[in-house]
Antibody, heavy 117, light 109 residues
């Protein structure tokens, strides 16, 4: 069955960087893309970025462009999201989700990133 | 900056029908925005319900249907169940970039 398993919670200081992983199983990783979505406490969903494992093509939300980078490692079927220059408003649960051909179906369990001094 | 707008909250009685809508600031929503709908219950991961305007996933109950209505994407719940009480989010694609709506809190009274 399709599974996306994310790395554990992180606590970071303002100005630091965080890298969240998302390990895929149960499907052909290179045939699909991965979207990253975040949700601040008590807030709605916000799309962050997308990458295709096929050729590494990426798309980013304008608001975060320049601070976020998404990558994949096809040898381990793992996607990564790195966010730099963290501020308190980056505190959120970060999700990965399988995304290809305008279909988003399976989601990871989420990773809580807390930014606090 | 594209803004996607949903009703902040709606209420429906069990067994009733309710329609949630999703509008975009750039004009009418068309199938070319590939509307997606998600359901999220408190403390849970979002669950995909509808993709490409009106297609259900294999796990989506038949009482959920998607459409285009009056220039908006729409999610209709027919024969609402108590377990349908949740937050519902729409998602639209703008040339490869996704934008979420603010979500609709659906209360089943």
């Amino acid at each position: 069955q399709v599974q996306l398993v994310q790395s554990g919670a992180e606590v970071k200081k303002p100005g630091a960087s965080v890298k969240v992983s998302c390990k895929a199983s149960g499907y052909s990783f290179t045939n699909y893309g991965i979207s990253w979505v975040r949700q601040a406490p008590g807030q709605g969903l916000e799309w962050v970025a997308w990458i295709t494992a096929y050729n590494g093509d990426t798309r980013y939300a304008q608001k975060l462009q320049g601070r976020v980078t998404v990558t994949t490692d096809t040898s381990t079927s793992t996607a990564y999201m790195e966010l730099r220059s963290l501020g308190s408003d980056d505190t959120a649960v970060y999700y990965c989700a399988r995304d290809w051909n305008y279909v988003i179906d399976y989601w990871g369990q989420g990773t809580l990133v807390t930014v606090s001094s | 900056q594209t803004v996607v707008t949903q009703e902040p909250s709606l209420a429906v009685s069990p067994g009733g029908t309710v329609t949630l809508t999703c509008a975009c600031s750039t004009g009418a929503v068309t199938s070319g925005y590939y509307p997606i709908w998600f359901q999220q219950k408190p403390g849970q991961t979002p669950r995909a319900l509808i993709y490409s305007t009106s297609n259900r996933h294999s796990w989506t109950p038949a009482r959920f249907s998607g459409s285009l209505l009056g220039g908006k994407a729409a999610l209709t719940l027919s024969g609402v169940q108590p377990e349908d009480e949740a937050e519902y989010y729409c998602l639209l694609n703008y040339g490869g970039v996704w934008v979420f709506g603010g979500g609709t809190k659906l209360t089943v009274l």
